[in-house]
């Protein structure tokens, strides 16, 4: 599954306060002169940001469902992908939570950010955790052979995201190593 920290644009968002607003000013009165006491509607209610809350868009179609929150953030998993995005851009909408973005643009934003810019020989690969599994021996479409110090094995291009420090795969250089080994492409050193 591909995961993406992720901000949405304020442009982009409905915000909370918007679903229930009064055009008077705050602390004005409302209704003319025999409602004088009465003070604007209060504000709509804070999201409700919590695990197991379903997503949706501005539109009403399903994003996905919050998997956790933690440190001001949320991660939703749309089932195909996963994104972390601040509590402060979800709004409470009448039936649940609500972001200002499609499952379907979330999901193309997740693979935008995932897929590697460009797959070079000699890059470092990475597993992802940060650890060394070894470069990049040979580019041939979408087939990426990576040399590690006891073997060689080709991977397909989707087996490659971009992380913080360069290309990342999912195996550790010995997992890596085990699977060139079982698949007959073992090369010592």
């Given at each position: ?51 197991g809350a379903k997503v949706a868009d501005t539109s009403g179609g399903e994003v ?14 749309t089932g195909t992908a996963k994104a972390s995005i601040p509590v402060s851009s ?100």
């Amino acid at each position: 599954m591909k995961y993406l920290a992720f901000a949405l644009a304020g442009s982009a968002l409905m915000a909370a306060p918007a679903l229930a607003q009064d055009k008077a000013a705050p602390g004005a009165t409302v209704g003319g002169p025999e409602a004088s006491t009465q003070q604007a509607a209060p504000a709509a209610q804070a999201p409700n940001v919590t695990v197991g809350a379903k997503v949706a868009d501005t539109s009403g179609g399903e994003v996905g469902t919050v998997e956790s929150v933690s440190g001001g953030n949320a991660i939703i998993s749309t089932g195909t992908a996963k994104a972390s995005i601040p509590v402060s851009s979800f709004a409470q909408g009448p039936n649940g939570l609500v972001v200002g973005i499609t499952k379907a643009d979330l999901e193309a934003a997740v693979a935008k950010a995932s897929a590697p810019a460009e797959i070079a020989v000699g890059a470092p690969v990475s597993d992802n955790k940060g650890g060394a599994v070894g470069t990049v021996a040979a580019v041939s479409g979408d087939l990426i052979t990576v040399e590690t110090p006891n073997a060689k094995a080709q991977l397909p291009r989707t087996a490659f995201a971009q992380g913080p420090q360069g290309l990342i795969i999912g195996m550790t250089a010995t997992q890596l190593e085990q699977a060139a080994k079982a698949a007959g492409g073992a090369q010592g050193s």
